[in-house]
């Protein structure tokens, strides 16, 4: 599955390949910085990922060797407010934490700033290399983010998320990681060859069932409460156990051989 067409521009794309949904943001011209075009490219990228039934995990990454994105475009935003036409800047669908249970795996490099923090940071895992330089000035210019504070609390503490804000100084790849922000550092020029390898593994040797309900449950137990997380573990442990996928796995184990799974992701269910 190939989608080159989402919008006029073809700010974002989209393909399937081995069962990993890979979205592509794609204006390396000007660092892939967010124009409202961008973000409604993205916003129909994690819709069709969303969408897809033959993928189980994805790989969010940006074109070009220079950046991940420089954040918003300052010029285009410039001039849509002098012509009147400031709409359609943001929100992106991951400021609800996504609109899909499925893994989705950053591969950062370069330049990562403002928004382009913002779409890491609703990723469930990051590889950078590193060449990767996290910013986000936005207190250098009197601006007060909504999401992103939040989000970097959640992922890597007060007092860590505050260093990353104030000042807004760019840290390198080596103090995201060692922050708990970047899971993985690569070489330079390796971090997507590296998400996509680690999505791949996870497509084919995870039943995507269970992945589901780990991701439902470690998503409640953070933005709620470790409850709530519970509720939703005993939840999906009897779901997953009435699943053909689980005697598949219990069966396979036993023969020694890699398992068929056949189930595949279900729509979010009201668990309470």
Request: glycine share 8%; charged share 25%; aromatic share 8%.
């Amino acid at each position: 599955m190939k989608d080159n067409t989402m919008n006029d521009l073809n700010r974002v794309l989209y393909e399937c390949r081995d069962h990993v949904g890979v979205i592509t943001l794609n204006r390396p011209e000007v660092l892939n910085a967010f124009d409202r075009y961008m973000y409604d490219g993205v916003n129909r990228a994690l819709q069709l990922f969303r969408d897809d039934t033959t993928a189980y995990v994805g790989v969010l990454q940006a074109a070009g060797d220079r950046a991940f994105s420089a954040g918003a475009d300052v010029k285009a935003i410039a001039a849509d407010m002098k012509a009147g036409t400031f709409e359609g800047y943001g929100p992106l669908i991951s400021d609800d934490d996504m609109v899909t249970a499925k893994p989705l795996i950053a591969a950062v490099h370069g330049h990562c700033i403002g928004e382009g923090v913002n779409l890491m940071l609703a990723c469930d895992l990051v590889v950078a290399d590193e060449t990767a330089k996290v910013a986000v000035s936005e207190a250098r210019i009197g601006i007060n983010a909504v999401d992103i504070p939040l989000k970097l609390a959640r992922k890597i503490g007060y007092a860590k998320a505050f260093a990353l804000l104030a000042p807004g100084d760019a840290k390198d790849a080596a103090w995201c990681q060692a922050a708990g922000l970047v899971e993985i550092v690569t070489p330079a020029g390796q971090a997507q060859s590296r998400a996509f390898a680690l999505a791949t593994d996870t497509a084919q040797s995870c039943a995507p069932l269970a992945v589901q309900a780990l991701m439902e449950k470690f998503r409640r137990a953070v933005l709620e409460d470790e409850a709530a997380g519970r509720r939703a573990g005993i939840y999906w442990r009897d779901f997953t156990r009435s699943s053909r996928d689980y005697a598949e796995g219990q069966t396979a184990f036993i023969e020694r051989r890699k398992p068929n799974f056949t189930v595949h992701y279900k729509s979010r269910l009201n668990i309470g």
